[in-house]
């Protein structure tokens, strides 16, 4: 089953990372400039945000199960809508609705892990989910590339229409695993509200920010990543989607470590190195930023020992604050799975934009990498702070 929800989770980075390297591409022949180009990462962001925001606690009122189909179904179209766009404005609105299926595919895998495990077991079954999703973030990076060189844009999109047929599938052989008598029948207000009092909860709060910001300081590379290696390091589009795919392999790295030393150090201990991991790499890559420039002959090579260091960190972030957060929800699995969503992808809206700013890519980005680091460093004291006192 691990293997099923892992691949109806890939939209999120399979939506973002497989078009990266054709961002510049798509600018040119919709005649539109690089910031409006960048809306359409926000859009996806936004969308996956929503996505999760309303179907997650929809799914402990209405069953898992449908709603998936009803989420893999959805991206099929708005993939069609993508590579059919003649324009830059509706490139935008249907990046929005691609963004909403991926969303509801995150949120409805996570809520469906943590129906079947708990504890210890959850962060172990997070961190398998997110060892077999980082194949997509190595292939679609390197597979964008690719169909780049031989072919155009638009083919990516199509790409990601096969991509999400095999997701329907996938979402209809899925069993139900939210019983009819565990489904809080309550209404869609009542329902929201649940979610409303676990972010009163400061320990559920505080993991949520540490999971958001942390991934919050991996998307400010990501979304910046093809201008900052393109253009200013002067990597091709191929060479980029290597560069970028070694990244994408630290996490799974990180991930495979977890599964390996969370039954015996804990998810505490495996997250507070995360983010010492992920403010270590942010802040080498400021000094980086400052210090070297682009056409100096190590230049790539220790742009990329930081990010490998910020992004390795952050799986482990992000594994084990989806746990730690998860055995606050106490039944509200997919309101807790929502708000863990709304959180992540409300601040990569945020993020994109900014990491576009300024006429230096790389200080831009090793800045907010920097600021969100710290932020969720702040949410994890919070968050033990409260675990000690006993308000969980």
Request: charged residues 10%.
């Amino acid at each position: 089953m691990l293997i099923g929800l892992a691949l109806l989770s890939t939209g999120g980075p399979l939506g973002t990372d497989m078009y990266l390297p054709s961002l510049p591409k798509i600018t040119e022949d919709l005649g539109t400039d690089g910031s409006r180009t960048q809306l359409t990462l926000s859009a996806y962001m936004i969308g996956m945000g929503l996505g999760q925001l309303v179907f997650g606690p929809l799914s402990d009122m209405l069953g898992r199960r449908k709603l998936l189909i009803g989420g893999m179904v959805l991206g099929i179209f708005a993939s069609a809508a993508c590579a059919l766009t003649p324009s830059i404005e509706m490139l935008i609105g249907a990046r929005l609705v691609q963004g909403i299926a991926g969303g509801m595919g995150v949120v409805l895998a996570r809520a469906i892990i943590s129906d079947r495990v708990q504890g210890a077991a959850a962060a172990k079954a997070f961190s398998v989910m997110m060892l077999i999703m980082g194949v997509a973030p190595v292939v679609a990076p390197l597979l964008g590339g690719l169909i780049e060189e031989v072919a155009d844009w638009r083919t990516v999109f199509w790409t990601l229409l096969a991509i999400a047929i095999v997701q329907s599938i996938v979402a209809f052989s899925m069993p139900e695993t939210l019983p009819r008598e565990l489904r809080h029948n309550q209404g869609p207000m009542r329902t929201y509200r649940s979610m409303g009092s676990l972010l009163r909860k400061p320990a559920f709060t505080g993991y949520a920010v540490a999971f958001s910001m942390g991934f919050g300081a991996m998307f400010a590379f990501i979304s910046g990543s093809s201008v900052m290696m393109q253009d200013q390091l002067g990597l091709s589009p191929l060479h980029y989607s290597w560069a970028f795919a070694t990244n994408a392999v630290a996490i799974v790295a990180a991930n495979f470590l977890n599964v390996r030393l969370v039954s015996r150090y804990g998810s505490h201990r495996l997250q507070g190195i995360g983010i010492g991991m992920v403010i270590g790499g942010a802040v080498s890559l400021l000094i980086v930023s400052l210090i070297m420039s682009a056409d100096f002959a190590l230049a790539v090579p220790a742009v990329l020992v930081c990010t490998i260091t910020a992004t390795a960190g952050c799986g482990l972030n992000m594994s084990n604050t989806t746990a730690l957060a998860q055995r606050q929800a106490q039944g509200r699995n997919g309101a807790g799975s929502a708000a863990l969503g709304a959180f992540q992808f409300a601040v990569a809206a945020v993020v994109s934009p900014l990491a576009a700013l300024g006429h230096s890519p790389m200080l831009t980005i090793s800045l907010v990498m920097t600021v969100c680091a710290t932020v969720a460093l702040v949410g994890t004291i919070i968050a033990r702070k409260a675990e000690r006192a006993g308000t969980k």
